[in-house]
């Protein structure tokens, strides 16, 4: 084996590094665990305790609608940013993405198939 490519887990643990780092810049929140897999020409991406504290005080205020709002204009605004970042570690174009978070629960996924 090659020891300039990078392993799987090697491109999974650096993909969540870097999008934890990403949100810590953007957001100013950083989510408690990134667990990134990469399987079958996708990759599930999942982010524990990302909803920030805007975000959590609107849920326990009673807007979650409002807090639902918010997190889909900022999943918006990072999605361009994610994409660029997970093509860049991975090194193929991202096809298609799909988000999806819970405020309860405070977990978020992203599923991006590449090709």
């Known amino acids: 084996m090659d020891a300039s490519y990078p392993t799987r887990g090697q491109i999974e643990r650096t993909l969540s590094q870097r999008i934890q780092a ?24 999942i982010l524990e305790d990302s909803i920030t504290q805007p975000e959590q005080l609107l849920v326990e205020n009673g807007q979650e609608e409002l807090a639902e709002q918010v997190r889909s204009k900022l999943d918006d ?4 940013q994610l994409k660029a ?31």
């Open 22 to 45: 990403l949100y810590r810049t953007q957001l100013e929140h950083q989510p408690s665990r990134v667990i990134c897999q990469i399987f079958d020409g996708k990759i599930a991406i």
């Open 77 to 80: 605004a990072l999605e361009p």
């Open 85 to 115: 970042l997970i093509e860049e570690v991975v090194g193929v174009a991202v096809v298609d993405f799909l988000s999806d978070a819970k405020l309860r629960n405070r977990s978020y996924c992203n599923n991006c198939y590449f090709g």
